[in-house]
């Protein structure tokens, strides 16, 4: 089969290599749309050591099922599906308890480290365990269910973060990432939506999508400005999403007494927290990681419309492209969001 194949640090090329074996519980997959992930993107160039070539990038995926393993129940070849990025053991303690994306054993697609390799989609069929797939509804497009798996992630942010009706939340980082979870925070009955980037063109698009208020955080004080906008206040929830000291640290600065950070960014792997800050304003702080479950709810959201995800598709092209579209995603190409390859 056709795959898009990392070769070397930032070097892609297309090879045919070895279409995926079925396992008893596996399904293959004939993919018809795979979006590239930011986390790819951070990863080409070996700086994230998540991405040792040669791989098979793509986790962002959805298609039709060409062939089913042995011991595959409830699916069918012709089966439009998708699958979570994750394939969780089922079997570990926390397995157990419903907290997947924790999974002991947790394996990512298309990701290469360390510890595994597990290609991924970036190619003509993908194969995965039968235990991670969801089926797409009838309306719903590949390209549209694509998008799904970045989705869940700010649906989850979302949901880890507490919140009463007509809180007042700020998003830090207007990204592909920040401005679902943007969507996530409305639909979650959050009341005002304050989303600070230095992007402007971001910062309009989050406006768009539902932001009351946006802040340019390179050209004003954001925790003075959101002081400003809740009477003295701070913001109730606080859910940050770049990743790197200066985010964070605005995200704690901007919260109230009592208030709750949720972090989701990831750049870094260490930051300086103002201590006493949250100490002394008795600032409750959570990670975020991946998803946990909430694809079906994702699915439904985009196929009622309840989540514009067509906002942030910013091209279509084939797989043969991939190489052309990494490239000016690394060199983040201003305007450029979520590119999707269709072998």
């Keep these: 089969m056709k795959a898009l194949v990392l070769v070397a640090k930032s070097k892609f090329e297309i090879r045919d290599i070895p279409t995926p074996a079925v396992g008893e519980k596996d399904v293959l997959i004939r993919v018809k749309a795979c979006g590239i992930c930011g986390s790819d993107v951070h990863g080409m160039d070996g700086s994230t050591g998540r991405r040792i070539p040669p791989i098979v990038m793509g986790h962002e995926a959805a298609g039709v099922i060409e062939k089913?393993?042995?011991?595959?129940?409830?699916?069918?070849?012709?089966?439009?599906?998708?699958?979570?990025?994750?394939?969780?053991?089922?079997?570990?303690?926390?397995?157990?308890?419903?907290?997947?994306?924790?999974?002991?054993?947790?394996?990512?697609?298309?990701?290469?480290?360390?510890?595994?390799?597990q290609d991924g989609a970036f190619a003509e069929w993908v194969a995965v365990p039968d235990h991670i797939l969801y089926r797409l509804p009838d309306s719903l497009s590949f390209e549209r269910a694509a998008m799904v798996e970045?989705?869940?992630?700010?649906?989850?942010?979302?949901?880890?973060?507490?919140?009463?009706?007509?809180?007042?939340?700020?998003?830090?980082?207007?990204?592909?990432?920040?401005?679902?979870?943007?969507?996530?925070?409305?639909?979650?009955?959050?009341?005002?939506?304050?989303?600070?980037?230095?992007?402007?063109?971001?910062?309009?698009?989050?406006?768009?999508?539902?932001?009351?208020?946006?802040?340019?955080?390179?050209?004003?004080?954001?925790?003075?400005?959101?002081?400003?906008?809740?009477?003295?206040?701070?913001?109730?929830?606080?859910?940050?999403?770049?990743?790197?000291?200066?985010?964070?640290?605005?995200?704690?600065?901007?919260?109230?007494?009592?208030?709750?950070?949720?972090?989701?960014g990831n750049v870094t792997p260490e930051v300086a927290l103002p201590l006493q800050v949250a100490v002394t304003r008795e600032l409750d702080i959570r990670g975020s990681c991946a998803s946990c479950g909430e694809y079906p709810a994702c699915l439904d959201l985009i196929a009622r419309g309840a989540v514009d995800v067509d906002a942030l598709i910013s091209k279509v092209a084939p797989l043969t492209e991939g190489a052309e579209w990494f490239e000016r995603l690394h060199r983040a190409e201003k305007g450029l969001m979520k590119v999707i390859l269709v072998p």
Excluded at 68 to 96: E, H, L, M
Excluded at 165 to 173: I, Q, R, S
């Design 150 to 264: 970045a989705l869940s992630i700010g649906v989850h942010a979302a949901n880890r973060t507490p919140r009463h009706l007509a809180d007042t939340v700020l998003l830090v980082g207007a990204g592909m990432i920040g401005l679902l979870t943007l969507q996530a925070f409305r639909v979650a009955g959050f009341g005002q939506i304050i989303a600070c980037d230095i992007d402007a063109g971001k910062l309009e698009l989050a406006k768009k999508l539902g932001a009351d208020v946006t802040l340019k955080s390179d050209e004003c004080d954001v925790p003075k400005e959101v002081q400003k906008l809740t009477g003295g206040r701070g913001a109730d929830a606080a859910v940050e999403v770049v990743g790197i000291p200066p985010t964070v640290k605005t995200a704690i600065l901007s919260l109230k007494k009592g208030g709750s950070l949720t972090l989701v």
């Design 68 to 117: 089913a393993g042995p011991k595959v129940s409830g699916w069918k070849v012709g089966d439009r599906v998708t699958f979570d990025s994750t394939i969780y053991c089922g079997n570990c303690g926390f397995c157990r308890q419903g907290l997947i994306n924790l999974c002991d054993n947790r394996r990512v697609m298309g990701v290469s480290c360390g510890e595994y390799r």
